[in-house]
């Protein structure tokens, strides 16, 4: 048996939006389909949401590929609403996948060693 899944932070303080994410494992289409009425449900009411994410990828193997679908769909939609994305841990999954958010995402996307690293950057206000 194979541990995969995210844990999730959500904090909101009017239209500003933290998301902390710690993917473990392969991601799998059952966990997008957890995750994303959770985010949806936090950017509700809000007409111009700004999402900052530290997403943690020490652990993370990579998705199926349904998985990889429902994030695709899901940067689609909402990919003018991040602000700054902070990838800890970044391997090679991590790298592409960073390349591959800029293509849908209006924010900045940025890798790091070190969680203090990432939260200083997402601290920073430039």
Known sequence: MQTHGL?????????QIF????????????????IIPMLENAMSGISHPQI??????????GWELQAAWDDF??????GKEFN???????????NWLGKVASWFIS????FFATRMEALDWLDNND
């Open 7 to 15: 844990s999730i932070g959500i904090e909101r303080i009017n239209a």
């Open 19 to 34: 998301v902390s994410l710690k993917a473990v494992g392969k991601l799998t289409h059952d966990d997008y389909q957890t």
């Open 52 to 61: 900052d994410v530290l997403f943690d990828a020490s652990d993370w193997q």
């Open 73 to 78: 769909k899901f940067g689609l939609k909402h």
């Open 84 to 94: 700054k994305i902070a990838v800890v841990g970044a391997h090679t999954s991590a």
């Open 107 to 110: 924010g900045q996307v940025k």
